[in-house]
RNA sequence: GGCCCUAUCGUCUAGCCUGGUCCAGGACGCUAGGUUUUCAUCCUAGAAACCCGGGUUCAAAUCCCGGUAGGGUCACCA
């Protein structure tokens, strides 16, 4: 039995997007779990369009995921084996220099075409099964434009067998591309690879990614904060599910249970809010100093020198689905309050609905701070300090004052936890002030 | 338009090959309730789908046929 080989072969005429990436990781497990190799291989037969710009984002994309290839190689590197394939099918009668009208600028008056024998095509997908097409309406296709200049569907052919790739997985938009790639491994006497079309991932409308919608660089899922596992997990539950109902799922467990025969055949749309879910799920597995590593560089420099920044980043972490979250959060006046004396909304002290009339209000803030004068500063001792009050008074009409004093907003973590950050000298004296501004 | 692919909750999907155990299961999202006020977390409950029409069969989400809808592709790009 040959040893099974994949590729990915993006062309560096744009970013890594979703798309490609999960075409690389399956293209990574299916190789990785039959003990296999798996290779990159750069398109850049076009020279005009390739640059190291997209090459350097493809290869930086697939690293950052952990999608290890075993090789790379370009095309430009194979022109000189092109250039024998395309001598070959010459000379064996099977593509010939072709006399062209020149339509367009840069269209050339001599081309090289195969010469389509026509007949129809039938291949083994192991996604969708048996599939014929016709090759009729192909008719006699350009395969390079010159001796040194192959196109595409030649390049692919040339560098498949030269590499000895097993296995062609790829993008359903390449089925139909697949028809013109045999009858050139026909005419050349190679062996046909087996082929697996994936189903296309779709933007919410139900089309294609493109760059308008979606089709932005993997790196830019890293630059929101979005972490690797999530990702790499999210991608793969797309067009593909487990047999057990566990979706969370290491690259390893992957590499094991994956299969390429169970992949959906339908297209799959980008939801990201099941990402943002997923996300949220490897934050919460990350320890202390991980996560503060995480958010490193959305937290403002306030909350970084905080004494007690331990406990604010508890908080954080299961306020967030991704690192960049935190910026919003700074943004919405979520994160001031935990270095600096919030402005007050004396019409939302006493609570931001059916508030007690403000004389009410002013007693229990002045019970608070008599009772939190006497106590010690940890979560427990704030909050035993404070709860039989609360209960007697009603706790909504009690603690809400309390953390909307320490606040100033009308969302934030409860106001022991509040306390207990800020301490006793600047609890009493937020606490204070928003008694006196009721007065 | 030609060729090709596809069709289960809003979304990702299990089930389909080997018809009955499926008045269709899970996850995200959503709704409601609960967990020591708000927000978040967490827990519980709930609403929510077999594209349509024929056929085969005692029995069809599952098999067959036909529609319909959606998507892909038709470059001297890849």
Redesign the pocket.
């Known amino acids: 039995m040959t040893s099974i080989k994949t590729r990915i072969?993006?062309?560096p005429?744009g970013y890594l997007h979703v798309g490609t990436a999960r075409t690389a990781l399956f293209n990574y497990l299916f190789a990785k779990q039959n003990k296999g190799e798996f290779v990159l291989r750069i398109?850049?037969?076009?020279k005009e369009?390739?640059t190291k710009e997209f090459e350097d984002d493809i290869k930086e994309g697939l690293s950052w995921l952990g999608i290890e290839w075993d090789h790379t190689h370009t095309?430009q590197a194979e022109m000189e084996h092109h250039k024998k394939v395309l001598e070959e099918l010459i000379e064996k009668g099977a593509a010939y220099v072709s006399q062209?009208?020149?339509?367009k600028e840069?269209?050339?008056?001599e081309?090289i075409r195969f010469k389509n024998p026509k007949t129809p095509i039938t291949f083994k997908d192991i996604?969708?099964?048996e599939?014929?097409?016709?090759t009729e309406?192909?008719g006699d296709?350009?395969i390079a434009?010159d001796m040194e200049?192959?196109?595409?569907?030649l390049?692919?052919v040339a560098d498949d067998a030269n590499h000895n790739v097993t296995h062609v997985i790829r993008?359903?938009?390449?089925?139909?591309?697949t028809p013109r790639q045999i009858l050139i491994q026909q005419a050349l006497g190679y062996k046909t690879p087996i082929y697996a079309?994936l189903?296309?991932i779709?933007a919410p409308?139900?089309?294609?990614l493109s760059k308008r919608h979606g089709a932005v660089s993997i790196i830019e899922y890293k630059k929101m904060g979005y972490l690797k596992e999530a990702l790499l997990n999210y991608l793969v539950?797309?067009?593909?599910?487990p047999?057990g109902?566990e979706?969370i799922l290491s690259l390893e467990e992957m590499i094991k249970l994956f299969s390429l025969e169970?992949v959906?055949?339908?297209?799959?749309?980008?939801?990201t809010?099941?990402l943002?879910?997923?996300n949220?799920?490897y934050v919460?597995n990350l320890n202390e100093s991980e996560f503060e590593k995480y958010i490193q560089n959305y937290v403002p420099e306030e909350i970084i020198n905080h004494s007690k920044k331990e406990a604010i980043y508890e908080l954080l972490k299961?306020?967030?689905d991704k690192a960049s979250d935190i910026q919003e959060l700074h943004e919405n006046g979520e994160l001031s309050y935990y270095y600096k004396e919030p402005a007050l909304d004396t019409d939302l002290i006493g609570?931001?609905k059916k508030a007690p009339p403000k004389e009410e209000t002013i007693r229990h803030l002045e019970a608070l701070i008599e009772a939190l004068n006497n106590a010690e500063f940890t979560k427990e001792d704030i909050?035993n300090a404070v709860?039989s009050y609360?209960e007697e008074h009603g706790?909504?009409n009690v603690?809400?004052p309390?953390?909307?004093s320490l606040?100033g907003?009308?969302?934030?973590?409860?106001?022991?936890t509040?306390a207990e950050i800020l301490g006793k000298e600047e609890t009493i004296k937020r606490l204070t002030k928003a008694c006196n501004a009721l007065q």
């Open positions: 072969a993006p062309s005429t398109e850049d037969t076009d369009r390739s095309q062209e009208e020149v339509k840069g269209d050339r008056p081309v996604i969708r099964g599939v014929t097409m016709e309406s192909l296709f350009v434009k200049s192959p196109l595409y569907h390049a692919v993008g359903e938009d390449g089925i139909s591309n079309h189903p296309l779709l409308d139900k089309t294609k539950l797309l067009g593909w599910h047999k109902e979706e169970s959906q055949k339908g297209g799959a749309i980008f939801d809010e099941k943002n879910w997923i949220r799920h919460g299961e306020r967030i609570g931001n909050k709860w609360a706790r909504g603690l809400w309390m953390r909307y606040s907003a009308p969302k934030s973590p409860d106001p022991f509040l």
